[in-house]
């Protein structure tokens, strides 16, 4: 054996494979669904532009595409909404 050899470090063993549901995550898991309650509260805080990077990487990740659309134009509904009775209330007087 060269002193090269002898030198280096001996790698530590790896750790035994544990099987799923052992107390670990697996990290190829999916993220749990958001709900459409979690979906609208994205929404309402997104029609402000008040959204965290954090935030938003997990909404990217969590948010249902559908819901965030169904969202949206309930929102932009309501929005409506509020400005039609605003101005109805306001040139009423």
Same mark, same amino acid.
């Given at each position: 054996?060269?002193?090269?050899?002898?030198?280096r470090p001996?790698?530590?063993?790896?750790?035994?494979?544990?099987?799923?549901?052992?107390?670990?995550?697996?990290?190829?898991?999916?993220?749990?669904?958001?709900?459409?309650?979690?979906?609208?509260?994205?929404v309402f805080?997104?029609?402000?532009?008040?959204? @965290?990077?954090?935030?938003?990487?997990?909404?990217a990740a969590?948010?249902?595409? #559908?819901?965030?659309?169904?969202?949206?134009?309930?929102? #932009?509904?309501?929005?409506?909404?509020?400005?039609?009775?605003?101005?109805?209330?306001? #040139?009423? @007087?």
């Open positions: 054996m060269a002193d090269d050899e002898r030198d001996v790698p530590a063993e790896t750790p035994a494979r544990q099987r799923p549901g052992q107390g670990t995550q697996r990290s190829d898991a999916q993220p749990r669904a958001a709900s459409f309650g979690a979906t609208m509260k994205a805080w997104s029609f402000f532009g008040v959204r @965290k990077r954090r935030d938003y990487e997990d909404d969590r948010l249902n595409p #559908v819901h965030v659309i169904l969202g949206a134009l309930l929102g #932009v509904a309501l929005f409506i909404g509020i400005l039609l009775v605003a101005v109805r209330f306001a #040139v009423a @007087k």
